[in-house]
């Protein structure tokens, strides 16, 4: 059954048409053309899907579409520009804390979303908040540095 949903992303309204149980992420990427989010594993163990819902870090590949209306939904595109990146990103950057980058838009965003609500956070709190971000390439300790480099 395909109903309509009102969505907001990244400050703009959008209506879809879809299913109520078709997962966040496929109506980012395939409707929206919003990229950013990837799709990793599937079954929200990963985080390469990771959006802001109402500021807080989401698996969009297991969050029906449903309950994403009438939420504020940022994706990374919606985090910073080229011309004006978000300091996390810039942070990324500086520590060169990509490899083949799969990742980064979730790390990014979880990282942005703790210093939100936790504008210093200790290397332990760092850690713990991205234990659901997997990095198959091993970039852990740039991505960590690349946290601190955010929080100063
Ligand atoms: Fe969503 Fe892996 S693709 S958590």
Redo the contacts with the bound molecule.
């Keep these: 059954d395909t109903h309509s949903y009102r969505l907001h992303v990244n400050g703009s309204g959008y209506a879809v048409e879809a299913a109520g149980n078709t997962a966040l ?1 496929h109506i980012l990427r395939n409707d929206l053309e919003l990229n950013s989010p ?12 990771t959006v802001l819902i109402d500021g807080v870090a989401a ?4 969050l029906p579409l449903r309950l994403a209306e009438g939420r504020e939904i940022v994706t990374l595109e919606g985090l910073g520009t080229p011309q004006a990146l978000h300091p996390v990103q810039q942070a990324f950057i500086e520590a060169e804390a990509a490899q083949c980058g799969y990742c980064t838009n979730g790390m990014i965003l979880t990282i942005a979303a703790l210093l939100q609500r936790q504008p210093d956070p200790d290397d332990a709190t760092i850690r713990n908040e991205l234990r659901y971000n997997l990095c198959r390439c091993g970039t852990h300790i740039e991505i960590l540095r690349a946290a601190r480099l955010a929080a100063d």
């Design positions: 992420l990837k799709y990793g594993c599937g079954l929200g163990e990963c985080g390469a899907c698996r969009s590949c297991v």
